[in-house]
């Protein structure tokens, strides 16, 4: 299984951005799909997280911001980031926990979100 994260980049205050997480293999509608980040000095951090029908979880930090979504057809999982924050900030990192569990799970290289002025 091979993840891999694309859509990071440089932004302002309060702008958007949308991240994406192209996952190969046939038991990605299955797998449970998060968005992790870190920042420098700082542990990686749960920041969202999809099932496989669609229920989702979110960082208090995050909550009202940002969305994430699936499009099992396109093996693709999306992080909708709006109004960022500097604090925002951070290595966002796509994993995927495939069902059942022992068959391990898998990251992603991590893009990179910058928030400044």
């Known amino acids: 299984v091979q993840v891999v994260e694309s859509g990071g980049g440089l932004v302002q205050p309060g702008g958007s951005l949308r991240l994406s997480c192209a996952a190969s293999?046939?038991?990605?509608?299955?797998?449970?799909m998060g968005w992790y980040r870190q920042a420098p000095g700082k542990e990686r951090d749960l920041v969202a997280r999809i099932t496989s029908d669609g229920n989702t979880y979110y960082a208090d930090s995050v909550k009202g911001r940002f969305t994430i979504s699936r499009d099992n057809d396109k093996n693709t999982v999306y992080l909708q980031m709006n109004s960022l924050k500097p604090e925002d900030t951070a290595v966002y990192y796509c994993k995927a926990d495939l069902y059942p569990a022992y068959l391990g799970a898998y990251w992603g290289q991590g893009t990179q979100v910058n928030v400044s002025s």
């Open positions: 293999g046939r038991t990605f509608s299955t797998a449970r």
